[in-house]
């Protein structure tokens, strides 16, 4: 609604507010209200970076995708809806047009395709990136998360507004194609090859930083239990000095702590615990 909606309605000359940033605002808002709840993905990419990086499970990924596309069409339908009861606006096509991602004669500038996909790889790479370590366990600032991630989506929609409405984002630029016209629809593929390329990259590299090397089992026991167990000892020992031959009571097993399994998502869990507290 807000990566389509402010572009689509605004007038350059008189919005001091650019649609890049109303975008990133808005994910930055959605991530603040809905983390807790899914992680805070919103984009295709970034769901893929998360079970590429080990953080998700790839049905649930699966899941998560079909969500944010019916979620994509149905902002957009809404859109339309809204387009529809303003009079001067006869031809919804065109008006999303100018808001549809393209490259070639749909980029205001012409860039080619080379250009849009360079731009596309890299920027959804980096999103998913910022994603992965600012929603991380290891980072102490992981309560910044939705505004490091709000900002740097907002950075590159400036960056890829004029390039071609690059959206870094699958989910948004099917919706802007389903209603733009036959040439946005055909150029749709490249915003969904490159941010899967980008996510993969990254999601790739995140995992090769943070679980390259596996956590052995470590040998240890619970303080309670060190001290029940230097009880237990005690105890036995003054049955053995006062009986004289009651067996020494056997120790507790030690067990080792398993290290954390794959498939959790950082993210989630993080939101979770701050809304707890």
Same mark, same amino acid.
């Given at each position: ?32 209200? %809905? ?30 995708? +079909? ?47 080379? +250009? ?33 991630? +709000? ?12 390039? +071609? ?43 090769? %930083? ?68």
């Amino acid at each position: 609604m807000a990566g389509l909606g402010v572009p689509l309605f605004s007038i350059p000359d008189s919005n001091p507010l650019s649609a890049s940033l109303a975008a990133g605002l808005a994910l930055t808002a959605a991530m603040l209200a %809905f983390g807790y709840l899914s992680g805070g993905h919103f984009n295709p990419a970034v769901t893929l970076g998360n079970a590429i990086a080990g953080r998700l499970r790839f049905p649930e990924a699966a899941a998560y995708l +079909g969500a944010q596309l019916i979620g994509a069409l149905l902002g957009v339908v809404a859109l339309l809806g809204i387009l529809r009861t303003v009079p001067r606006i006869s031809d919804t096509r065109a008006a999303f047009d100018t808001v549809a991602a393209g490259f070639g004669e749909q980029s205001i500038i012409q860039a080619p395709m080379a +250009g849009a996909l360079l731009v596309e790889f890299l920027g959804t790479a980096l999103l998913v990136a910022v994603y992965l370590g600012t929603t991380s366990d290891r980072n102490p600032s992981r309560a910044a998360a939705p505004f490091a991630v +709000g900002l740097t989506m907002a950075v590159l929609l400036q960056l890829g507004q004029t390039i +071609g409405n690059t959206p870094f984002n699958p989910a948004r630029a099917t919706a802007s194609a389903l209603f733009g016209n036959a040439d946005a629809l055909g150029q749709l593929w490249l915003f969904w090859v490159a941010p899967i390329v980008g996510a993969v990259l990254a999601g790739l590299v995140y995992r090769g %930083f943070t679980q390259g090397t596996p956590v052995p089992a470590a040998v240890v026991q619970d303080e309670d239990e060190d001290d029940l167990d230097a009880e237990d000892k005690l105890d036995a020992g003054d049955d053995e000095a006062s009986a004289g031959a009651a067996p020494a009571r056997p120790a507790r097993p030690v067990t080792a702590e398993q290290p954390p399994t794959p498939g959790g998502d950082e993210a989630r869990d993080f939101f979770d615990s701050s809304r707890g507290r």
